[in-house]
């Protein structure tokens, strides 16, 4: 259940309102005892086209969830015999995303994206999601006709977390006592190259092999080198 409403100042200037609401009931892997989780969400934003080549986007969220269901685990028993799950009071989450888009001298694109999250969880102290993390995407693109050149590097960086520890059998979530330290998780240098109807991606990923993870027990890829290659057909 849900509405959204949409307010445009000009052509260039629009903002935005979404409320929604959901439950979800218990999974058979979970147990019928359990409360419904209910689910209510609000965001709030605005987008401005400020030029050709720049645009800036922000979006504020509020989120509470009631009787969540939590999975408790015996942290020397991840078998389904150490696991159970119980509902527990709300967990609370608010912050902002931002997104900014421009050129430098003409010559280069980047686009910025910022994310604050601060939550509240009734059953823990734990930081779950890091509360400052962002994004740079920086990139120079020469187009002719229907080929493009774009040279590139995209680099993440995030306070610190204690995530959350993934339980395959039950495709659920715990807390986890494993703790990711502030910097820079990764820096991607790439290529893309679309040569008429055939497009070829290169990536070197994590170039300086940082360890980092996304959550506790699902580290992201060390360093490797992707190379992929593309054909349209019938394409008008």
Known sequence: LGGKLNYKISEYVKFFADASYSERIPEITEGFSLLNEKNLLFLIGNKTHIDNTTDFEITAF????????????????????????VNKEKYLAYGANIKFQS???????????ANL?????????????PILSSILNIYYEYDLGKSILRIGAETKYASSF?????IPYYKAYSISDYNQQ????????????????????????????????NIAISPGNGRNFRLSFSWTFLEN
């Not at 910097?183 to 360890?211: C, H, Q, S, V």
């Open 182 to 213: 502030a910097g820079i998780n990764y820096i991607n240098p790439y290529a893309y190259i679309k040569l008429g109807d055939a497009t070829i991606r290169l990536m070197f990923e994590n170039i300086l092999d940082n360890k980092y993870y």
């Open 62 to 85: 509020y989120r509470i969830q009631k009787d969540p269901i939590v999975l408790i685990s015996d942290q020397s028993n991840y078998t389904p015999q150490g696991i159970t799950f």
């Open 103 to 113: 050129n430098i001298l003409n010559i280069f694109n980047y686009q910025i994206i």
């Open 117 to 129: 999250n601060i939550s509240e969880i009734s059953y823990t102290d734990t930081k779950i999601l």
């Open 162 to 166: 204690n995530g959350l520890r993934f």
